[in-house]
């Protein structure tokens, strides 16, 4: 589901040379984070992601392309009763969204998750031009596990849409001009605002991820080519997850299915696949 927009920002509030020298110091460089409050309301502890999605700089060459980006220029946290964890973001390819690694809130817990700017790198900088905006999801992955079919395709964590709170605030912090310089600075200001939900409410419902693909027997279907799968006699469940690879290679080649029986040999499934 959508949660809100976010907007990231290491950077004066103001052009100070489009400001007399006399009004130039009211210019002060803020520091601007995105913060997201999560609740699982639910009795059993669940897995979650984020995905973020960034308005990518509009020409690769402009001076602040590199600061528009979220790798090498932010961190991403999660605390709920101990110390932060950082968690890793992964750029899908050159696109513009960014996929959390997966994380855990336990059940009847809390956990605030920080989108930070790197300040350690921006703010000794005199005229940093980080500024990062786009919009966040919130997913219920599917869990991988149990049967050989779960092992391969995974399965949905709840049969039923799991309740959540969220409540998403941008936090953030006037530096004084002389700082980091001056140690002394005791200058800071400090501002936070809510943001629009998505949904519009403060509770919400999420929908578990289904498996990788749909199983034989399911309204969507996939077709068998006879003849294409050999195997020892074994549980129904490993039969049904041989129909549906072979059913996904019927139009593959030599080099796909001999990749496909090793895996298979690897995930010790006695089943091996051919083509007709």
């Known amino acids: 589901m959508e949660v809100s927009t976010?907007?990231?920002?290491?950077?004066?509030?103001?052009?100070?040379?489009?400001l007399p020298p006399v009004q130039q110091p009211v210019a002060r460089r803020v520091v601007q984070g995105y913060f997201l409050t999560v609740s699982n309301l639910e009795s059993i502890d669940l897995r979650y992601r984020l995905?973020?999605?960034?308005?990518?700089?509009?020409?690769?060459?402009?001076?602040?392309?590199?600061?528009?980006?979220?790798?090498?220029?932010t961190v991403l946290i999660i605390d709920i009763a101990g110390?932060?964890?950082?968690?890793?973001?992964?750029?899908?390819?050159?696109?513009?969204?960014?996929?959390?690694?997966?994380?855990?809130?336990?059940?009847q817990k809390t956990?605030?998750?920080?989108?930070?700017?790197?300040?350690?790198?921006?703010?000794?900088?005199?005229?940093?031009?980080?500024?990062?905006?786009?919009?966040?999801?919130?997913?219920?992955?599917?869990?991988f596990g149990g049967t050989p079919i779960e092992n391969v395709l995974g399965r949905?964590?709840?049969?039923?849409?799991?309740?959540?709170?969220?409540?998403?605030?941008?936090?953030?912090?006037?530096?004084?001009?002389?700082?980091?310089?001056?140690?002394?600075?005791?200058?800071f200001d400090q501002i936070n605002y809510s943001l629009a939900l998505a949904s519009g409410r403060a509770l919400n419902e999420l929908t578990s991820e289904p498996p990788r693909i749909l199983v034989p027997g399911s309204p969507i279907g996939v077709e068998i080519a006879p003849g294409a799968i050999t195997m020892t006699p074994v549980?129904?469940?490993?039969?049904?997850?041989?129909?549906?690879?072979?059913?996904?290679?019927?139009?593959g080649n030599g080099a796909s299915l001999e990749s496909l029986n090793r895996s298979l040999s690897e995930?010790?499934?006695?089943?091996?696949?051919?083509?007709?």
């Open 111 to 143: 956990a605030s998750i920080q989108l930070l700017p790197d300040v350690a790198r921006f703010a000794a900088q005199d005229n940093p031009m980080l500024e990062i905006r786009g919009f966040v999801s919130l997913l219920l992955p599917r869990v």
């Open 235 to 251: 549980a129904s469940e490993t039969a049904d997850l041989g129909a549906m690879l072979a059913g996904m290679l019927t139009n």
């Open 51 to 73: 995905e973020f999605r960034i308005s990518l700089p509009d020409n690769l060459t402009q001076a602040d392309a590199m600061t528009r980006l979220l790798e090498g220029n």
């Open 267 to 276: 995930l010790d499934l006695p089943i091996t696949m051919k083509k007709l």
């Open 83 to 107: 110390a932060n964890t950082v968690l890793t973001l992964t750029r899908v390819g050159t696109t513009g969204r960014y996929v959390s690694q997966e994380f855990i809130i336990p059940a």
């Open 156 to 187: 949905p964590q709840s049969p039923r849409p799991v309740r959540v709170l969220l409540n998403a605030e941008v936090r953030g912090t006037f530096l004084p001009n002389d700082f980091p310089a001056n140690s002394a600075s005791t200058d």
């Open 6 to 18: 976010f907007e990231l920002l290491v950077k004066r509030i103001a052009p100070r040379m489009a």
